[in-house]
C-alpha cells in the first residue's frame, strides 16, 4: 500500500493513536517535513505511525493539506477579509481541544504551511481585544486560581516531604536491625580475642 | 438528500463550538513563537499587560525583536505626548477628561486613569490630563522593564515642559513662555546630569548657579539668556545659539580660562553672535600665534546628528596652571575654541 514514490497519485496509510488507519496522498503528505525525513526516500512497509494523534486530528491536519496542495505560491496566511468560505469552516468546526491538537500535531509533523495558519488564526483571536477579553481567550488561570493551585502544590509538596521522611526513617530501621548481628558478631569476637590474650598474658 | 445534508450540518454545528480560547501557554515554544511573530511590538506589549507570566514568556521568547529598538523617545506636546523608536514601535497618549475607563495597563493599578482607545493596532491611549506626570512615569517604568536596561531614553518637548522621568540620557526641551527656573529644574529631578541637553525659548529668571543643567556633558543652547552658562558651566561640551553677547562678555569668558576660574572641564566652546570684533577680542586676550606658515585645522561634530563643522586657526590660548592649550577662531559671527588633544568623537584635530 505505501511506497517510495514522488508521484502524487500514491496514497498512504496513516495509523492513528486507536490503531485505525487511513489513506493520505502522497502530495498532501509530503508537506509534512517529519514525513520527509523519516519516510520519503527510504518507504514505509505497512501503516505510518503517528500514534501520539488520535484519528479526527490527523484527519483533520491532512484535510488542510489535501486542501493546499494546490496552493504552490502559498505566501503566508491570509488576510482576515481574504478568508474563504472553506477556511471559515475548516476552523469553525474545531473546538478548543481538537484546534489545539491540530496545532500539536502540525507542529510535530513539521507542515509549515498549517501552523503558520492557526497561529495567525490565534493572533486574529486576540486581535481588536482589551486585556480581560484577552485573558478570557488565552485562557490564563485568575489570581483566585494560581492561588488555589498553589495550595495544592504546597500540599502535595508537604505530603511527598511526609513521605520522604518516612522512607528515610524506615531506611534508617532496616540498616539497624541488619547492622545489629554484625556489631554483636565484632563485639563477641573481640571479647574472645581479649580474654584469650589475657589467658595467654597470665601463663 | 439535500435536506438531510443540511440537516446534518446544523446538527454538527449546534454540537461543535467554534474555538475561542487557546492555552498558549501551553502550547511549544516553536509555536509560542510563531504566534506571537504575527503581532507587532506595539500588540506585543498590551499582550503582556495580561499577566506577569505571559509578560516574562513574551521576553523570553521575543527577546531579538525587543533588542532591535536601540532609541526610545518621549515627545511631549500640548494635550499629548508619545513614545516612539523609530518606524519600529510607536504609542501615543492623548489628553482626555471625559470617557476614560480605567484598564490597569503598564502594571498600574485599577484606578489609574489611563485606557486604551481601541485602536486596532493598540498605539492610542487615552490619559486623564490632570494626572499626567504619574501616568507617563508608570508608562515609563513599565516600558524600562519590558525592553530593558541597555535602550537609550531620550526626551523632547515642544512647548510643554516634560515630565521628569528616570534613566534619561538626552533632552531637547523647547520652553514654553513663562517657564520659570524652578519648573525646569523640576523636569530634571528624576536624570539630573544627562549627556546632552538642548534648551530653546526665554527662562523668567536665570537658572541657580548650582543648577544641575549646568553639569550636562554636551549643552546646547538657543535664544537663552547665555551670560550665566558661561559663567557656571561644568561640562565638556557648549554651543550657544542666536547669543547677544558682545566682545566684552567673550574676552571677560577667554581671560577667566586662562586663569582656570572658569570651565574647567570644557572641551569644545562654540557661540553664534552677531558683530564679533575679532582684533579687538585678540587684543584683549594674551594670545599665541603659530609660525605665519602654519595653522591648525579641527572638526567638530554636532551631538545632536548635524554637521560636521571644520575650522582652522593659528591663535592658541595658554591655561595657566596647567599649560592645557585652546585653539580659538574668531569670525564676526562665531566663536569656535576647542582644547588641543581632545580627539574624542567630537572633535579631531589635523595638523597642516
Not at chain 1, 144 to 164: N, P, R, Y
Not at chain 2, 173 to 195: K, V
Request: net charge neutral.
Amino acid at each position: 500500500m505505501t511506497s517510495p514514490a514522488s508521484s502524487s497519485e500514491v496514497k498512504y496509510l496513516i495509523e492513528s493513536s486507536e490503531g485505525n488507519t487511513f489513506d493520505v496522498s502522497g502530495a498532501a503528505l509530503r508537506q509534512s517535513n517529519t514525513f520527509n525525513a523519516m519516510f520519503l526516500n527510504i518507504g514505509a512497509d505497512g501503516p505510518i505511525p503517528f500514534t501520539d494523534y488520535n484519528e479526527a486530528t490527523l484527519k483533520k491536519v491532512f484535510e488542510y493539506c489535501e486542501h493546499s496542495v494546490n496552493e504552490e505560491n502559498y505566501s503566508g496566511p491570509k488576510h482576515q477579509d481574504d478568508l474563504s468560505k472553506w477556511d471559515l469552516n475548516f476552523f469553525n468546526e474545531m473546538d478548543q481541544k481538537m484546534f489545539i491538537d491540530v496545532i500539536n500535531a502540525s507542529n510535530f509533523l513539521d507542515i509549515e504551511r498549517l501552523t503558520s495558519y492557526c497561529c495567525e488564526r490565534i493572533a486574529r483571536m486576540l486581535r481588536g481585544k482589551n486585556t480581560q477579553e484577552m485573558i478570557k481567550v488565552i485562557t490564563l488561570p485568575t489570581a483566585e486560581e494560581l492561588e488555589a493551585k498553589q495550595k495544592v502544590e504546597e500540599k502535595k509538596a508537604a505530603a511527598a516531604k511526609k513521605v520522604a521522611e518516612k522512607a528515610a526513617e524506615t531506611a534508617e530501621k532496616t540498616e539497624t536491625l541488619e547492622e545489629l548481628p554484625v556489631q554483636q558478631l565484632v563485639q563477641t569476637t573481640r571479647n574472645k580475642l581479649t580474654r584469650k590474650y589475657l589467658s595467654f598474658s597470665n601463663e | 438528500m439535500d435536506l438531510l445534508l443540511l440537516l446534518n450540518n446544523v446538527i454538527k454545528s449546534q454540537l461543535i463550538k467554534p474555538t475561542s480560547e487557546v492555552r498558549i501557554l501551553c502550547l511549544p515554544t516553536v509555536v509560542q513563537r510563531e504566534i506571537f511573530g504575527h503581532f507587532k511590538l506595539e500588540e506585543l506589549l498590551f499582550l503582556s499587560f495580561c499577566s506577569k507570566r505571559f509578560k516574562y514568556l513574551i521576553q523570553s521568547i521575543q527577546g531579538h525583536r525587543l533588542k532591535l529598538i536601540k532609541t526610545i523617545t518621549y515627545t511631549f506636546s500640548s494635550g499629548k505626548f508619545s513614545i516612539g523608536a523609530e518606524t519600529l514601535f510607536r504609542l501615543t497618549f492623548r489628553e482626555g477628561y471625559s470617557f476614560i475607563t480605567p484598564m490597569e495597563l503598564f502594571g498600574m493599578s485599577r484606578e489609574t486613569p489611563c485606557c486604551w482607545s481601541r485602536s486596532r493596532c493598540y498605539s492610542l491611549y487615552n490619559y486623564d490630563g490632570e494626572r499626567r506626570d504619574s501616568i507617563i512615569q508608570g508608562v515609563h517604568s513599565y516600558i524600562q522593564q519590558f525592553f530593558g536596561p541597555s535602550t537609550y531614553y531620550e526626551i523632547e518637548s515642544f512647548n510643554e515642559l516634560p515630565t521628569s522621568l528616570e534613566n534619561i540620557r538626552r533632552s531637547s526641551i523647547f520652553l514654553p513662555a513663562n517657564s520659570t527656573p524652578e519648573e525646569l529644574e523640576a523636569c530634571f529631578e528624576n536624570s539630573p546630569i544627562q549627556e546632552y541637553v538642548r534648551l530653546e525659548g526665554h527662562l523668567k529668571r536665570d537658572l541657580s548657579p548650582n543648577s544641575v543643567i549646568y553639569e550636562t556633558k554636551y549643552l546646547d543652547v538657543d535664544h537663552f539668556r547665555v551670560s550665566d552658562v558661561l559663567i557656571h558651566f561644568k561640562g565638556e561640551r557648549l554651543r550657544c545659539n542666536h547669543t547677544f553677547l558682545d566682545n566684552t562678555a567673550i574676552v571677560k569668558f577667554l581671560n577667566a580660562w586662562k586663569s582656570n576660574e572658569r570651565s574647567k572641564n570644557l572641551k569644545v566652546l562654540t557661540i553664534h553672535a552677531f558683530d564679533l570684533d575679532k582684533d579687538e577680542i585678540m587684543r584683549k586676550v594674551d594670545h599665541k600665534s603659530l609660525n605665519p606658515r602654519e595653522f591648525i585645522k579641527w572638526n567638530i561634530r554636532n551631538g545632536n546628528g548635524g554637521n560636521t563643522i571644520t575650522t582652522t586657526s593659528r591663535d592658541y590660548l595658554i591655561r595657566e596652571i596647567d599649560g592645557e592649550r585652546a585653539y580659538l577662531n574668531i569670525t564676526p559671527k562665531t566663536v569656535h575654541l576647542a582644547i588641543f588633544g581632545s580627539t574624542e568623537i567630537h572633535i579631531t584635530f589635523e595638523s597642516k
